[in-house]
């Protein structure tokens, strides 16, 4: 079994800045890419940041220069700084990762239960 818990969402005002975790744990061989997608009401899913195990980050343009992704990989643990957060980043927030489990060869994609971050005055 394998279980991704986020941390770290909440209500904050406009240009105020959060940071939310995501640990994986269980019986995990190794990680490939983590990642954080996002889903606003009435909308689909989307790409905020992906970090792969190298270190090579992406991010989608409306969050580039005010959010940071990163990783701690012996804690299986990737990051969000969300800084200058504005409205429109108002989404439940969601981490993926790319998991090998010990004894299966191929990686599965796990999904967290989201974390709610609403910005507001």
């Known amino acids: 079994q394998v279980q991704l818990v986020e941390s770290g969402g909440g209500l904050v005002q406009p240009g105020g800045s959060l940071r939310l975790s995501c640990a994986a744990s269980?019986?995990?061989?190794?990680?490939?890419?983590m990642g954080w997608y996002r889903q606003a009401p009435g909308k689909q899913r989307e790409l905020v940041a992906v970090?792969?195990?190298?270190?090579?980050?992406n991010y989608a343009d409306s969050v580039k220069g005010r959010f940071t992704i990163s990783r701690d990989n012996a804690k299986n643990t990737v990051y969000l700084q969300m800084n200058s957060l504005k409205p429109e980043d108002t989404a439940v927030y969601y981490c993926?990762?790319?998991?090998?489990?010990?004894?299966?060869?191929?990686?599965?994609?796990?999904w967290g239960q989201g974390t709610q971050v609403t910005v507001s005055s």
């Open positions: 993926n990762a790319d998991i090998i489990r010990v004894g299966v060869p191929w990686a599965h994609p796990y």
């Open positions: 269980g019986s995990i061989f190794s990680i490939n890419g």
């Open positions: 970090i792969r195990s190298g270190g090579s980050t």
